[in-house]
């Protein structure tokens, strides 16, 4: 029903009337492979290939696939990918490879010489109630953070669930979920990332900083760096567990840009005391200041000490300025050039 759903849709896009005979050309690759559906349209023959899921690790998967078998096709033809919802990061894959692709929320891009369609911003109309299970919740993203630590690195199913704090049968599922998703392999030697880039960015497509518990107000300070530093210097005096996160990681990781706001996680709420030594005043608008407490303490894993400040891992600022303002978009750019390129670790 969804492939003969979505055939339709190709048809209505192109403008096909006859929707039986525009289907009724059978396509068979080299390799036996018989594809779901054929149109051929202002000199262009499309073919259509149904894939349950629009997140972006099943999408890097097909597109890998589709690229691969397309010069074995009898005659040229452009494939066209259909789900029932496209990702934004799945929809960002796609135009990277230039690969067209349709949903059946009503979304689209199918852009080749001579067509140009294009229609987005349409919900997804396949969301189940209450939140779905993911591979990256609290603290299933253990996992995650983990292995794009140490992506070149092969982990035993075992050796993991030791190192992320997580019992066995959690971290079976979790693996299971990130396995079938195409971001992960099991090899004989252990777990391995199968693409460094890709499980990122189907992180982040799924991240959300503001399931943790942020405290926005305002520090009197020079500007950034003197900042993050006067609050670095305070915390540790008092012996408080903390890490810098955000623009100010990236700051402290690459010296790329100036920042205004500083974002550090905390193990536990500040109490008063500690709010009144770092002089932060409860201030929602015009903060400078986010004291963050995480869902999960994972996000400290792999911090370490840059020019004398405790900051998140390169993996976890990241995240983090996913959803942060002023140049957080090109910090996470620069960080991700220095540090999270390919499959090497850091």
């Known amino acids: ?194 693409d460094r880039e890709t499980l990122l960015d189907a992180w982040r497509e799924d991240y959300r900083f503001d399931r943790h518990h942020v405290t926005r107000g305002h520090i009197a300070s020079r500007g950034g760096g003197a900042l993050i530093r006067s609050i670095a210097a305070t915390l540790a005096e008092d012996e408080v567990p903390y890490a810098a996160t955000g623009l100010a990681a990236a700051w402290l990781w690459t010296r790329h840009a100036g920042f205004r706001l500083a974002t550090v996680y905390l193990s536990s709420l500040p109490s008063a005391e500690i709010k009144s030594a770092l002089g932060f005043r409860e201030e929602p608008r015009g903060a400078n200041t986010w004291l963050v407490v995480p869902n999960d303490d994972g996000v400290f894993d792999g911090a370490e000490l840059v020019d004398g400040i405790r900051s998140v891992h390169p993996v976890q600022a990241y995240l983090d300025l996913k959803d942060h303002p002023e140049r957080s978009t090109e910090a996470a750019v620069e960080l991700r050039r220095r540090f999270l390129r390919g499959a090497d670790g850091i």
């Open 1 to 194: 029903m969804a492939v003969r759903q979505a055939a339709e849709r190709l048809a209505e896009i192109l403008g096909v009337s006859d929707l039986a005979d525009a289907a009724s050309i059978e396509v068979r690759t080299e390799d036996g492979r018989v594809w779901d559906a054929v149109f051929t349209n202002r000199g262009h023959s499309f073919v259509l290939e149904w894939n349950r899921s629009g997140s972006l690790g099943p999408i890097s998967s097909a597109i890998h696939q589709l690229k691969t078998v397309q010069g074995s096709f009898p005659h040229k033809v452009t494939p066209v990918l259909a789900v029932p919802y496209m990702g934004e990061a799945a929809q960002e894959r796609c135009a990277q490879a230039e690969l067209p692709w349709l949903d059946l929320s009503g979304n689209a891009r199918i852009v080749v010489p001579g067509i140009f369609y294009q229609n987005l911003g349409k919900p997804n109309r396949f969301r189940r109630a209450g939140r779905p299970e993911s591979a990256f919740g609290a603290k299933g993203s253990r996992i995650a953070r983990l292995l794009l630590m140490e992506p070149s690195k092969p982990e035993t199913q075992r050796t993991i669930a030791a190192k992320a704090g997580l019992d066995e049968g959690h971290t079976s599922r979790v693996v299971a979920k990130l396995v079938a998703a195409g971001l992960v392999e099991r090899r004989a030697d252990g777990i391995r990332v199968t």
